[in-house]
């Protein structure tokens, strides 16, 4: 088992052609990812290396080949309509990769997907892989082997390394979900904390935050009162400066919400091991898999 | 990005919010000259990226056009939490009977913009809320229907029992929403809007705070970016496609991804060191954003030693490997290097970095771990 995404998942990529989409699209396919279809609208009629269709539009695309789950790498002024898109012609998982999304873009987004019923992941998320069986987004499938472990984090290549520690010590995982950096995102830390909890397969998880917002307390909360499964946390930014956009979005600390020892605090008083370094998951894992 | 209170209030007269009568001075005889052209009291304010100007000494009363030369003379130039002077705003000294505060800011909880207001005005709304919460009252807007006339108007009602003040509130309330939104602001705010003792209102300060995101949209935005505001190594990484923090450490950090830069930066203080700057390359790398970033951080006259993190997702180790061969090339280093990286392309860059007289290694905390000995003048473990 896994969430999110399985070897059920049939993957539309919006941006199919263009540089970062053909790329990943190649790589997920490699990894074992059943990729139905791509769009890219003018492009309808053409194939995606040979195999895949391409549509102008998703509701073709879903109506053509049964996609149920879009990764979306149209640029940052269309991905708010591609989500749209995607969730209005059926989709009910969206993985949302691009960076730089408007954020006042979202506020419009987020309740329209609500409202749907989809699961909206990221914008500015690495993705989502359930390793061994699908990939959707540019998590490197190489790092990653099947396993117990849930993970979720709200960074790209810091998730990378935390996984690849994992599986250098033969942890494997259920999956690894990226929420992403930005204030306002489809799927949060209790989203994926409550999915780990009901997967039989996910043993404990593993959690990386980062400085800003409240996410990381309220996800605290939730594991403090709804969660059986143990959970380690990390929180990346504890030697940050107040009141500057580390690079991500929600990055930032500002008045007394958000900084690293807040979320430290509330993580300990949650029961929540916390890996002070990354190579910390490591130990605190297997010790609480035992 | 911030912009300065006299663009902001340029952008609010814009859709109709009324805005006192000023201009912008840079010397002291401009700033006398206005405030002989304006021929009333005015208020000579400091424009500069920080709040808390009216404590420090940035905003004066000046009676008449000599006094507003004196304060001029006084603000520009004077240090506002490390950032110089440069500008004041001359402007139309208000009459004020009461003052009340105006904000919206996109709030992450609700996941929607907020509008915030209370008549407990002209000081720290974060002490109103902290102290006295039910002093303000807090208006989530959907933003698919806009903000409605009836929440405009009991926004108006919350702050005036005067139904005619209450209609300008409300008519203020929306010339703000539609600036906000217009504008692609993460926070915009009137504080103090100023009831006059003869009934008007007026927005005697103004802030917005634009979503970098929504850049590309505005142009007309963009081009209010004040650089002098900004650390000169900012202003170039930005405009090479780096984000770069300055930090007052020697230990020189380029890492790709911000997550994994941030906690590089910690690894670095764990392990005794201090952090030089935050910076991140990006997803998508090329050779050329690695050279960038090399120069940008060996400016920094305090960086005693360069760590390079690179976990390879995108970003292909080699293009990584190729930019420090070509960079070093061209300006060789005065300050040792240390090399992480792993992932995508591992085994070209690591044949690159050795063929050039490199050394790299594949672990996180040994290269912190030699960079920090490296950066106390140490030699590598």
Redesign the interface.
């Known amino acids: 088992m896994s969430i999110f995404i399985n070897k059920d998942t049939k993957l539309v990529v919006q941006g199919i052609t263009g540089r970062d989409g053909s790329f990943h699209t190649k790589q997920a396919m490699e990894y074992g990812t059943n990729v139905v279809a791509g769009v890219t609208p003018g492009k309808g009629g053409q194939m995606f290396e040979g195999t895949v269709p391409i549509f102008n539009n998703v509701y073709d695309a879903v109506a053509k080949t049964g996609a149920n789950t879009s990764v979306i790498y149209v640029p940052p002024m269309g991905a708010a309509d591609a989500i749209m898109e995607a969730v209005d012609a059926g989709c009910a998982t969206v993985v949302c990769i691009t960076e730089g999304v408007p954020v006042l873009d979202m506020t419009r987004v987020y309740p329209f997907v609500k409202e749907k019923g989809a699961r909206l992941i990221g914008p500015n998320c690495p993705g989502v892989i359930s390793p061994g069986q699908a990939k959707v987004g540019i998590i490197p499938g190489r790092i990653c082997i099947p396993g117990n472990v849930g993970v979720v984090s709200r960074s790209g290549t810091l998730t990378y390394e935390v996984v690849y520690q994992l599986t250098r010590a033969g942890i494997g995982q259920t999956t690894c979900v990226g929420i992403g950096g930005d204030p306002i995102n489809g799927t949060n830390f209790i989203d994926c904390l409550d999915a780990f909890e009901k997967d039989p397969n996910t043993h404990a998880v593993a959690m990386m935050g980062e400085i800003g917002g409240t996410d990381e307390q309220e996800a605290a909360d939730f594991v403090k009162n709804k969660m059986t499964k143990p959970v380690v946390g990390f929180i990346a930014g504890q030697t940050a400066p107040p009141g500057r956009r580390m690079g991500h979005a929600g990055a930032i600390i500002s008045g007394s919400a958000g900084t690293a020892a807040e979320k430290i605090e509330a993580f300990k008083a949650a029961g929540i091991g916390v890996a002070v370094r990354p190579m910390d998951f490591v130990e605190l894992i297997k010790a609480k898999l035992k | 990005m911030n912009i300065h209170e006299y663009q902001a209030k340029e952008i609010l007269r814009g859709f109709g919010v009324p805005i006192p009568a000023g201009k912008i001075a840079t010397t002291p005889v401009e700033a006398e000259a206005i405030a002989k052209e304006l021929g009333v009291a005015v208020m000579v304010k400091a424009q500069v990226h920080a709040g808390g100007r009216g404590k420090a000494g940035g905003v004066k009363f000046c009676k008449n056009p000599a006094e507003a030369k004196e304060k001029a003379t006084a603000i520009l130039g004077m240090q506002i939490k490390g950032l110089t002077v440069e500008k004041v705003l001359v402007t139309v000294a208000a009459d004020i009977g009461s003052e009340a505060y105006v904000g919206i800011i996109?709030d992450?909880?609700r996941?929607?913009?907020v509008f915030m207001v209370s008549a407990a005005g002209g000081i720290d709304i974060?002490q109103v809320a902290a102290q006295t919460p039910e002093k303000i009252l807090y208006l989530p807007v959907?933003?698919?229907y806009g903000l409605r006339g009836f929440e405009a108007m009991r926004m108006g009602f919350f702050l005036y029992s005067d139904v005619k003040l209450a209609k300008q509130a409300a008519k203020i309330m929306q010339q703000l929403y539609a600036a906000f939104?217009a504008s692609?602001?993460?926070l915009a705010e009137i504080n103090p809007l100023v009831a006059t003792p003869t009934g008007e209102l007026i927005a005697v300060d103004g802030k917005m705070v634009v979503?970098?995101?929504?850049l590309?949209?505005h142009a007309d935005i963009e081009a209010l970016r004040d650089v002098s505001s900004e650390a000169p190594s900012e202003v170039d990484a930005r405009n090479c496609n780096l984000?770069f923090?300055k930090?007052d450490g020697n230990v020189g950090c380029v890492?790709?991804?911000?997550?994994?830069?941030?906690?590089t930066?910690?690894?670095?203080?764990?392990y005794g060191g201090e952090?030089a700057n935050?910076l991140?390359i990006g997803?998508?790398s090329n050779p050329e954003k690695v050279v960038n970033a090399l120069r940008i951080i060996t400016a920094d006259p305090n960086v005693k030693c360069i760590l390079f993190n690179i976990?390879?997702?995108?970003?292909r180790t080699d293009d990584v490997a190729n930019g420090i061969v070509t960079a070093t090339k061209a300006n060789p280093l005065k300050v040792p290097i240390v090399i992480r990286l792993?992932?995508?392309n591992e085994e070209i860059a690591m044949k690159i970095l050795t063929e050039n007289g490199f050394s790299a290694s594949a672990d996180?905390?040994e290269a912190v771990v030699k960079a920090v000995a490296m950066a106390k003048g140490g030699q590598a473990a």
């Open positions: 996109v992450r909880q996941k929607k913009p974060e959907d933003t698919r939104m692609g602001c993460s979503d970098d995101n929504e590309d949209r984000t923090i930090l890492v790709n991804g911000a997550g994994l830069a941030m906690a930066m910690d690894l670095v203080k764990y952090p935050f991140d997803g998508s976990f390879g997702g995108i970003t792993t992932g995508t996180m905390d």
